[in-house]
């Protein structure tokens, strides 16, 4: 069965510190991946997606992740985070198959010292 | 504005009494699905829809009714709601099960 796992669960960072919240999934044919945001309070929004092409992705406010197909990892990155980055964020794989089931990961909650 | 609404937003309830959480969205997206979000677990799928009248389950629908009779609407069911239930309820739309998602601002659904 897929899955996706997020292995740091609780991150404590301060102000412009760099960051790398990792994520992995156990399918191996054709995925997309997301990572969705949740601020306090608020509900999911989408920080960047990877559907093919150039496994660096770009999303907003920021933040990056690396499609590593080898090692069957999307990890999220941003080079010096804010205060406001507070959050909890979550990974999220869509198989290609003949589910349409989305998976997503337990999640990891960023609190960022100022 | 595109938006995914729920309601209602917070709900407190006895065990084995019927409710219904309405979802409907405006962006005319074919793909419509209920998560619920428990500290720990992240968010689990709960049932999805492709389209019209096709639904699914997710990987947690044990106490889940869901329907699909109009695009816009996907409303989750719970026939006889028990404690185990007490959650955070996310309905969530997107073009096709392949694109990004949109969320609703959940509901708060305490069972006692």
């Known amino acids: 069965a897929q899955s996706v796992s997020q292995h740091n669960h609780h991150v404590i960072l301060s102000e412009a510190a760099s960051l790398e919240l990792g994520c992995n999934y156990s399918?191996?044919?054709?995925?997309?991946l997301f990572w969705y945001v949740q601020y306090p309070g608020q509900h999911l929004q989408l920080l960047l997606k990877?559907?093919?092409?150039?496994?660096l992705v770009k999303g907003i406010k920021g933040f990056e992740a690396e499609f590593i197909k080898s090692k069957f990892s999307f990890n999220l990155r941003k080079p010096s985070v804010q205060w406001s980055d507070t959050a909890e964020y979550f990974c999220?794989?869509?198989?290609?198959?003949?589910?349409?089931?989305?998976?997503f990961g337990s999640g990891t909650r960023l609190s960022i010292r100022p | 504005e595109a938006q995914v609404t729920q309601n209602p937003r917070y709900l407190i309830t006895v065990t084995g009494k019927k409710l219904t959480v309405t979802c409907s969205q405006n962006?005319?997206?074919?793909?419509m699905s209920w998560y619920r979000q428990d500290p720990g677990l992240g968010l689990r799928q709960i049932y999805y829809s492709m389209n019209v009248e096709v639904t699914d389950k997710g990987d947690v629908p044990e106490g889940y009714k869901v329907s699909r009779k109009e695009k816009r609407n996907f409303p989750l069911i719970l026939e006889s709601p028990s404690p185990n239930q007490t959650s955070l309820y996310f309905c969530a739309s997107s073009l096709t099960n392949f694109n990004e998602q949109f969320f609703g601002p959940g509901t708060r659904l305490t069972v006692l």
């Open positions: 999220a794989v869509n198989a290609y198959s003949s589910a349409s089931k989305i998976i």
């Open positions: 962006m005319n997206h074919e793909y």
């Open positions: 990877y559907f093919s092409g150039d496994p």
């Open positions: 399918y191996g044919g054709t995925v997309n």
